[in-house]
């Protein structure tokens, strides 16, 4: 009994200190500078917790509120909120007001500063539970250490499904999701072993997609929605550097175009031949299947004139049943008419909308700061700068959610350097909110991660293979081959 009582003893004592008030406060009218920065943002109701920190503070005082419910918390310099609270305050939030009220008190230098307290926006719409990105150093000099990885959002739970210290260092580009589906998706590996590998429900294949008369292996690529058909860019990619601009690297082609590979055949349909040869890339499928938008260019010199590389958003008609291109192609947005340059077009699940990026000129707009997404409205035509999403780094290599509520992009607002991934809410009116970071169990895990992620994609579940199985299909598979028509 003595024993009960001591221990009911020593819990009431903790609750009492785990929430008693600091004394001598200090007012702020400002936000706190916590980091990752979530003040005033909208979040779906099944993202993980958004640990925080504020780097500069010695003791830290949490108080997450909504509808009368309350976590509160204490830290060094980091909040690491409890997952199940987590949960249970956010699904009480979306239900109700929508929101949850986070207020911070830190311990700076010795002295306790009350910052204003912000806001959280909570949707009831959730943003699909899986994510992949390509971890590789954001310079151009190695790529020696690569890896394909997947996160679950709603968790901290990462898992890599693609290692290059596997496959013989090779390089290994981006992987790609048909219809944000875990059962439909492919990545490039190059090397002696490798070949663009399609996953079909877990079945691998490893596809030569190359042949004597294409410019090159396909490079940018999308699925078709019924899986059927991808559509690849076949490009001369080359590297240039700058000598006095701020910008690191400079990627142009010196020739592109494009071609549809059938994957129930292994066959390739060219671009038309009666259009004017110009430099073809970043196609990807209309959300019905039957039109494919790019990004074009009349062909220049280059280097000489890679100031003047300036590419405009086109379609053109493709028909599922032939599996053939159309014969007129129509211009969506004249980019070069006001100066700047299209890049990565993806068009929403629900067929409404079509994101992309411009930049000043070319089609490598990574390093450029200037670079900015786009939300073009496919009713309506309408073209719009997201302003309150857009930072002054650059900003780009976007995906949608299956749902098209939400789409996430790889940012370099944080440091300028690493590209690290945001979400982005769309709300009825087509108005984007303000965007914020993946959360991480640490969120000290951005400032010690010497890589960026690279191309995050979105999907509605988990992926049916991991880095094992693509070991064995780059060592031990045979590239199969394809045929043009």
């Not at 129509?330 to 890049?343: K, Y």
């Not at 930049?359 to 073009?376: N, R, S």
Request: net charge neutral.
């Amino acid at each position: 009994m003595k024993t009960t009582i001591y221990i009911l003893f020593i819990c009431l004592m903790f609750v009492m200190t785990s929430c008693s008030q600091p004394k001598g406060v200090t007012e702020n009218k400002e936000f706190p500078p916590i980091y990752p920065d979530y003040t005033e943002v909208t979040i779906p109701v099944n993202i993980a917790p958004l640990n925080f920190m504020v780097r500069q503070a010695d003791r830290l005082q949490v108080v997450i509120a909504s509808n009368g419910n309350t976590i509160k918390l204490k830290g060094r310099s980091r909040i690491l909120i409890p997952a199940g609270k987590w949960r249970r305050i956010l699904a009480q939030a979306s239900t109700g007001p929508g929101r949850i009220r986070v207020e911070v008190t830190a311990k700076e230098d010795g002295l306790w500063t009350r910052y204003a307290p912000f806001n959280i926006y909570i949707t009831p719409e959730t943003v699909d539970p899986y994510l992949s990105y390509r971890l590789i150093e954001p310079g151009y000099e190695v790529w020696k250490s690569l890896q394909l990885a997947e996160r679950n959002v709603e968790t901290f739970r990462e898992r890599i499904i693609a290692d290059n210290s596997l496959t013989d260092n090779s390089c290994m580009n981006c992987h790609t999701y048909g219809n944000q589906d875990p059962g439909l998706s492919f990545f490039h590996l190059r090397g002696p072993g490798g070949g663009t590998v399609l996953n079909r429900n877990g079945e691998l294949r490893k596809i030569n997609i190359n042949n004597p008369d294409m410019i090159s292996p396909v490079v940018y690529g999308n699925i078709h929605p019924s899986g059927d058909y991808g559509v690849f860019s076949s490009n001369i990619v080359l590297p240039g550097f700058h000598t006095r601009k701020g910008e690191r690297l400079e990627v142009y082609d010196s020739e592109s175009d494009l071609v549809i590979v059938d994957f129930r055949d292994n066959t390739v349909t060219p671009f038309p031949e009666d259009f004017p040869r110009e430099f073809r890339t970043f196609p990807v499928f209309s959300a019905d299947g039957n039109t494919v938008f790019y990004c074009n260019a009349p062909q220049i010199s280059v280097p000489d004139s890679i100031y003047h590389l300036k590419y405009d958003l086109l379609k053109i008609s493709f028909d599922p049943a032939s599996g053939s291109w159309g014969s007129k192609a129509d211009t969506v947005v004249n980019a070069s008419s006001l100066g700047l340059s299209v890049c990565h077009p993806k068009t929403s699940p629900d067929g409404k909308y079509l994101l992309f990026t411009m930049a000043d000129y070319g089609t490598f707009p990574i390093w450029h700061q200037e670079t900015d997404m786009w939300l073009l409205n496919l009713h309506t035509g309408e073209i719009s700068k997201l302003e309150g999403v857009n930072s002054t780094y650059s900003d780009t290599y976007h995906s949608w959610s299956s749902n098209s509520k939400w789409f996430v992009f790889a940012s370099k607002r944080d440091d300028g350097i690493y590209g690290t991934p945001y979400f982005c809410f769309i709300d009825a009116n087509g108005n984007a909110r303000k965007p914020f970071v993946l959360p991480q169990k640490d969120p000290r895990i951005y400032d010690n991660t010497l890589k960026s992620y690279n191309i995050p994609e979105l999907s509605r579940g988990k992926l049916p293979f991991g880095a094992t199985d693509i070991e064995r299909i780059y060592k031990k598979t045979p590239a199969e081959n394809v045929s043009m028509k």
